[in-house]
């Protein structure tokens, strides 16, 4: 695999809330691992909006199950996930796959039947794409992003245009 294949999301959003159950179920997804700032709600935004919310429950409905993978902190996360009611790994160090063989065994699921969804080409498509299950890129919420991610992301304005 060459070295820019694993920063191809296998399909651009431009909304968590277009990922639908009735999508997910034709791709044969049962679990979603998912990444917090900026693809749900701004940089440390601290709880999930009415939207989040919604979108989540519409998925459990389904019988589709979230788990939240940040590289966040466990005190910023906990209290996202506790809303969501979803279990959740912080400090992940993505694009670090090492977590995500912890969120199968904690949906009790097989690779086969998760995707990752995340803003960040680096990091979350990175992450999913070495563990070799699909990726779904989603244009970032906020506008408040730290620096790193500021430049992170002009280099995937690069990527993604040529």
Known sequence: MRKEDNLTPTRRFKSFSEITPEFLSSEGIKGLLCDIDDTFVPHNYPFP???????AKSLADAGIRICLISNNKYKR???????????????????????????????????????????????????????????????????????????????????KNG
């Not at 690779?111 to 680096?122: H, I, N, P, T, W």
């Open 49 to 55: 909006t009415k939207e989040v919310l919604e979108w």
């Open 77 to 159: 996360v906990r209290p996202f996930a506790k809303e969501l009611r979803c279990p959740f790994f912080t400090t992940a160090n993505k694009p670090s796959t090492k977590v995500l063989y912890k969120a199968l065994a904690v949906l009790d699921m097989e690779k086969s039947e998760v995707a990752f969804l995340g803003d960040q080409v680096y990091t979350d498509i990175k992450c999913g794409n070495r563990f070799g299950i699909p990726t779904y890129k989603v244009e970032p919420v906020g506008n408040n992003a730290p620096i790193w991610v500021k430049i992170k992301r002009k280099r995937e304005g690069k990527i």
